[in-house]
């Protein structure tokens, strides 16, 4: 079974700071890995696929980098409405294996 | 727009089995791109997958809940269901139903969540 480990699990920063989250996967899965945001009480939203490809509607300060077992998510330039939680999600297998998410607070 | 609504107990006791289902609008739910699956969030804490199935009924679970947990769908209703047995307080999570394209591997649409306690 394939694991997720993210880090960190929650940092502060200002708005206007550049943010990075990584994601390693327990095996190689290729490109096949998806970010989504998540605000308190409302389902998640994907913001990445394939590991760097923008999803349709997100601003293009977000973006995602990675093959194999090593990724990365970015804020560019962090905005009040990126305050949320991130996940990491392998879509490899046929599991939906999440990351135990990073929880970005403002400082 | 594809819309999914969870919908069950939101208190279930110890020892008992959770029921939930999800009702799909707005297509089909044998159309081939869909997987349907579930997801829980226990409160403060991380997404927990929890199974899957396809149209055709083929179904996968979570190694660590399989034991407990059926998926099942009914292509007539435009509904798929889940049964978790033998709940403890652990179990105690908001429950989100969710559709993954099979074309694209993104988990695209939600259920809002539906909170379900365990308690006596």
């Known amino acids: 079974d394939i694991q997720m480990t993210q880090s960190p699990s929650s940092l502060s920063a200002s708005v206007g700071d550049r943010v990075t989250i990584t994601c390693r996967a327990s095996?190689?899965?290729?490109?096949?890995l998806n970010w989504y945001q998540q605000k308190p009480g409302k389902a998640p939203k994907v913001l990445i696929y394939?590991?760097?490809s923008l999803q349709s509607g997100v601003p293009s300060r977000f973006s995602g980098s990675g093959s194999g077992t090593d990724f990365t998510l970015t804020i560019s330039s962090l905005q009040p409405e990126d305050f949320a939680t991130y996940y990491c999600?392998?879509?490899?297998?046929?599991?939906?294996?999440f990351g135990q998410g990073t929880k970005v607070e403002i400082k | 727009q594809l819309q999914l609504q969870e919908s069950g107990p939101g208190l279930v006791k110890p020892s008992e089995t959770l029921s939930l289902t999800c009702t799909v609008s707005?297509?089909?739910?044998?159309?081939?791109?869909?997987?349907w699956g579930w997801i829980r969030q226990p409160p403060g804490k991380g997404l927990e997958w929890i199974g899957t199935?396809?149209?055709?009924?083929?179904?996968y679970y979570n190694p660590s809940l399989k034991s407990r947990v059926t998926i099942s769908v009914d292509t007539s209703k435009k509904q798929f269901s889940l049964k978790l047995s033998s709940v403890t307080a652990a179990d105690t999570a908001v429950y989100y139903c969710?559709?993954?394209?099979?074309?694209?591997?993104?988990?695209?649409?939600w259920g809002q969540g539906t909170l379900v306690t365990v308690s006596s």
């Open positions: 199935i396809y149209y055709s009924g083929s179904t």
């Open positions: 095996q190689s899965i290729s490109t096949y």
């Open positions: 394939a590991a760097s």
């Open positions: 707005g297509d089909s739910i044998s159309r081939s791109i869909s997987y």
């Open positions: 999600q392998q879509s490899y297998s046929t599991s939906w294996t």
């Open positions: 969710a559709r993954r394209n099979v074309d694209t591997a993104i988990i695209d649409y």
